[in-house]
Every structure is written in structure tokens, then in C-alpha cells.
């Protein structure tokens, strides 16, 4: 069969088939698989029959169309999210318990051991901060001071949540994206800031500021903690797989990783949005600490649990 | 999975038993759609931040949080829908899977949270380095969600103008010469008359014409391979 024929037999069918491409109001009509298939038989027919550079060209760009509106993702629902939150988070979790195991150890570990280092040496704080960021601390949880009074309004209690937003998950962030720099970008900051929360503590038990500091921390710290321990162990999978790919290229092992990782990361997001609410409108009432230890414990005893169950059984 | 030449095409075989072409975007193309997209956000964050500065501190938080959605926010938003940012958009290149199919929301959001690594450590300078090793183009956080950038361009098929005339070459030539014919034929009509003839006269060599005659008569041979009735 010539071109010119070849053409003219079928050119009213790509026409139908690609005006359904490029109706997105309607929902695909029914034989739309069928005719995809029909138009990707014309493309190899073409081929083969060495039909002219543009032809082949048309054919191949209304298959790309083709495929790209028959294997059309979701989209961006708060739904997908939601559910990756609650089903396959708790699988991840278990997928990658060993990676999650390390970074809560080394967390722990190290937040324990400034801890004590500044409880028997009270200078040793000036070792992990400088000495502008010790006064302010000295003044943020100074009993006497601004942090739990009724002088924080609903203004400042906004700006601080645009705050922890920003900040806190701005940090699980470039952890995981700079986890794949060979785990480095993940493992810094998490010791870094293990340190320092350790040092910090240490610090303000020092200074006999402990109430107001541990009735503020307790409630959001186990999300937000928690969240930005998985952030890193997730930065830091990536990162280990381009280090050590095993049987796999590095390629496909990075790929891999990212796959198994993302529900973490989706997961700690959504953990530091609950912290930051938690830390900008709960954290700061004036109320009585007794409260604040109380649904401190049950946010962390629903936490631990989640990982607990999560990595060792891998579901609810 | 012929004329693997000097473009950079990748041919991928699909499950319908077919393989077609993507063309995967370089370097410049991208940082140009990236520039694009940067002033858009730049302008958002500017104006949002404007308006929410009457509000006083809760104005701050707001355009705090506005800020991070859009700093984090914009590509995953965008791109989820069809893989096209407006500055994408703008230079016609569209993430897709390696694979062809379009990307999901799990490809973007990797995709776009390996920002960091690619920006190491600053303007996106592991990032170009890391392109600049496969013919795919894939940056770090494309190699670790499986995506890849390409154009995507609107082809238009010329049909070759139908003429009255008709001609068999005197000699038999091999498909890929026709083709070449053809493909001249095809092109013709976005080209000068001018230029036609000069690319005529180049092609007419073969057949022994060199007049001012190459030009129809190449077309002629054209309409004989695509088999136009007369």
C-alpha cells in the first residue's frame, strides 16, 4: 500500500482519536483503549513499510499522546496522601526499620550524652552553642518571661506556626533531599541538632527553668522529634543505596530506594504539620503543666506505638 | 530501534508491542524553563508578602507558610497535574516517567524533595554535573524517582502539495533514498522558494539534473512514491 492511501484510509479516525486526546472535559469514551491499540498497530505498519520520516513522526506523537491520557495519574488529592499516611507509611516503616533504628539510636544517644556532658560540666554548653543563643534561650523559658504568658496573642501564636511550618519542615526536607548526597546532608544535621537539643536541655536544668521548658516541649516534641529522626533515616537510605548498591546498578538501586522511602517522608511532613499546630496553639497556653504532661504522654505513648508496631510488624 | 545517529532520540518499546521516540532535554533548555519559573515564584512571594505586611504578625506567619508552600510546593503542584510547569510550559518539556508513561504523584513529589542534593552546593551545580553524564539528562532527583524531562513538541504533518504531474525516477532507489525524496517534498512547504531550489539542486545531482527544473521534478518523483493518484 502506498502512503497517499495509507493516509487517506485512516487519517479520519486519527482526527476522532486525537480530539479525545485533547478532551479533557469528558471522561474517555469507551473504545478509546481499543483505537490507542489500533494507532499503535499503524505506527509499527508504518515502520515497516518505510513510510516517510513525518508520518512516522505524527504516528509516534499521537501514541505519546495516546498513552499519556490512558495512563494518567491521580493527580495531586489530599485523599492520596492520606492514605499513603495511614497504609503504606506503617510498611515503609518496617521496610526500612534497620535505617530507622540507627537514626533513633544515634539521636537518642547523642542528645543522652550532651545531656549529661552539660548537667556535670555547665560550661560545656558553650562548646555546642554561642553565646548569644544561650542568653536567648536563658530568656525564652525564664519562668518570669514571655513564653507561656497570656501576652503571646493569636498574632504571634500565627507567626509562630508560619515559623515551625517554615522551619521545622524545611529542615526534614533538605535532611532527605541531602541524604542522597551520600548521606551526608541527613547525617549532619541529625547529629547536629541531637546535640544541640541534648545541650540545650542539659542547659535550662542548669539554670532551674525546667518546668516551663519541658511542659512547652513535651506535646509537639514527640511528633515533631520523631518526624525528623524518620526524615533522616529516609535522606539517609537514599544515600546508602549510591554508597553501597549491592547487586543492582546505581542506578536502579537509588530508584529503588527513593520508591520505598517516599511514604516516610510523606508521612514525617505530615507529622511535623500536626507538630507545628501543636507547638504554636497548644504549646504556649497558659495553663496549668499538668495538663500539658498529659496529653504530652498520650501523643507520645500513640507515636511510639505507630513506630513500634510499624517496625516490627509492619501493619496496624 | 534504527538511526540511533547524532540526535539524541531514546526509543523505548512499549507494552503495545511498538517502540517510539522521546527526545530528552539538555541542560540550557531546562535552566531557562527553571529561570521562568523562579521569576513567577519570586513574583508571588513578593506580592503575597506585600498584602499579608498590613496584617502585622499574623501577616508574617501567613507569608511565612505561603512561602514554604511555594518553595516547596509549586513544582509538585504543577507538575502532578501534566507534568508541566508554566515554565516548562513556556519551553515545551514535560517530566515523564523513564519508562514514557506520565509521571505520578510519588515520582514528583522524589523528584522535587532532591532539590537540595542538586543544588549542592549552590546553583544547581551537582545537578548540571550529574545531567551532563547520561544521555538521558537525568539530574539526582531524577535518577532517583525514574523521571526524565522531554520535549514535547506539536508536530505538523505536511501533506506534500498535489500537483497534476507524476514522474518514475529512471532508476530504482533504495528506501532510504526515496525517503530522503520524500521528506524533501514534505518539508518544501516551510521552506522559501529559494531555498527549495538550493536544496533541490544538491538532491537533483543524483539524477544528473542540475537545472532550474530539480525542484518540480523532485517533487513529481515525491508524489510517485506516496502513491498519489492522479
Known sequence: MKQNQFVHMNSERWQHFENNCADFEHSLPVDFAKNYRQICNDLSIARTRHYSPSLIDKLNNFVRLGQSRLYQGEGLRLRTLLNLFRQTFIQSLHDNRFYLLAALISFWGLALISYVWVILEPNAVYLFLDLESVKNIATMYDPAGSVQSESRGVDSDVLMFGVYIYNNIGIAFQMFGGGALFCVGAIIPLLFNSFYFGAVAAHIVNLGYQAPFFSFVITHGSFELTAIIIAGAAGCKIGYSLLNPGQYSRGYAIKQAGKSVLPLIVGAFIMLVIAAVIEAFWSGLDIPPFFKYVTGAICWFYVLSVLYKGMRYGHN | ?230
Open chain 2, 1 to 230: 530501534m534504527k538511526s540511533q545517529g547524532l540526535d539524541n532520540k531514546i526509543f523505548l518499546k512499549l507494552p503495545e508491542g511498538v517502540s517510539i521516540n522521546l527526545i530528552p532535554a539538555g541542560i540550557t533548555v531546562r535552566s531557562c524553563a527553571y529561570l521562568y519559573d523562579f521569576l513567577i515564584r519570586s513574583a508571588i512571594v513578593a506580592v503575597v508578602a506585600l498584602c499579608f505586611q498590613l496584617l502585622g504578625d499574623t501577616g508574617v506567619g501567613l507569608s511565612l507558610i505561603v512561602y514554604f508552600l511555594i518553595s516547596w510546593g509549586y513544582y509538585i503542584f504543577f507538575e502532578v497535574r501534566d507534568g508541566r510547569t508554566p515554565g516548562k510550559k513556556k519551553f515545551q518539556l514535560k517530566v515523564v516517567q523513564d519508562n514514557g508513561l506520565p509521571a505520578t504523584l510519588n515520582h514528583i513529589i522524589i523528584r522535587n524533595l532532591l532539590r537540595p542534593a542538586d543544588s549542592f552546593p549552590f546553583a544547581y551545580a551537582l545537578g548540571i554535573i550529574t545531567m551532563a553524564f547520561g544521555k538521558e539528562f537525568k539530574r539526582i532527583g531524577d535518577w532517583c524517582s525514574g523521571t526524565i524531562v522531554i520535549y514535547e513538541d506539536n508536530f505538523v504533518h505536511n501533506e506534500i502539495e498535489s500537483g497534476t504531474e507524476i514522474r518514475a525516477p529512471e532508476i530504482l532507489l533504495s528506501t532510504e533514498e526515496q525517503q530522503i525524496i520524500i521528506a524533501f517534498a514534505e518539508r518544501s512547504s516551510d521552506l522559501s522558494s529559494a531555498r527549495q531550489e538550493e536544496l533541490a539542486k544538491i538532491l537533483g545531482k543524483a539524477f544528473n539534473i542540475t537545472d532550474e527544473s530539480a525542484n518540480e521534478k523532485l517533487k513529481q518523483m515525491a508524489r510517485f512514491y506516496v502513491g498519489q493518484e492522479i
